[in-house]
């Protein structure tokens, strides 16, 4: 199913990916994916707030705010602000799909400015092992 999603999203415009993926209950699907996918072992102990800012230029609608709630094992994810997120991640839309289906690198998008990231960047380096990918 991911081989098949990241073949639609790397084929995709982000305008088409922001239309068809930007409803709350496509964005719910996302990232209750995501937290289904968390590795605890990856984790190294976090327990926090992971904050998602998804911005939405096609559509012209304000960013959409995902946390991801890390405690006891597992995680949770809910829309919204994170109250105290040890680290926030802001991209398109787009791009956070293309991230999710490892057809873009996140390193060359926050070094080309098309990303951000703030607070503890250790952490932002576990991200990718944390929710299932395979490191490097």
């Given at each position: 199913?991911?081989?098949?999603?990241?073949?639609?999203?790397?084929?995709?415009?982000?305008?088409?990916?922001?239309?068809?993926?930007?409803?709350?209950?496509?964005?719910?699907?996302?990232?209750?994916?995501?937290?289904?996918?968390?590795?605890?072992?990856?984790?190294?102990?976090?327990?926090?707030?992971?904050?998602?800012?998804?911005?939405?230029?096609?559509?012209?609608?304000?960013?959409?705010?995902?946390?991801?709630?890390?405690?006891?094992?597992?995680?949770?994810?809910?829309?919204?602000?994170?109250?105290?997120?040890?680290?926030?991640?802001?991209?398109?839309?787009a791009d956070?799909?293309?991230?999710?289906?490892?057809?873009?690198d996140p390193?060359?998008?926050?070094?080309?400015?098309?990303?951000?990231?703030?607070?503890?960047f250790g952490?932002?380096?576990?991200?990718?092992?944390?929710?299932?990918?395979?490191?490097?």
């Amino acid at each position: 199913m991911l081989r098949l999603l990241a073949r639609i999203v790397a084929s995709w415009s982000d305008d088409r990916l922001e239309r068809r993926f930007g409803s709350k209950l496509g964005q719910r699907a996302l990232f209750a994916g995501m937290a289904r996918s968390f590795v605890p072992e990856a984790a190294d102990g976090f327990a926090g707030e992971l904050e998602y800012e998804l911005r939405r230029p096609a559509t012209g609608a304000p960013p959409a705010r995902w946390t991801i709630e890390i405690a006891g094992g597992r995680a949770r994810a809910r829309r919204g602000a994170a109250a105290r997120p040890r680290l926030t991640v802001s991209m398109e839309l787009a791009d956070f799909l293309r991230v999710a289906t490892a057809t873009a690198d996140p390193v060359v998008l926050v070094l080309s400015g098309r990303a951000s990231v703030r607070g503890d960047f250790g952490l932002a380096a576990r991200l990718p092992e944390m929710f299932g990918a395979r490191a490097a």
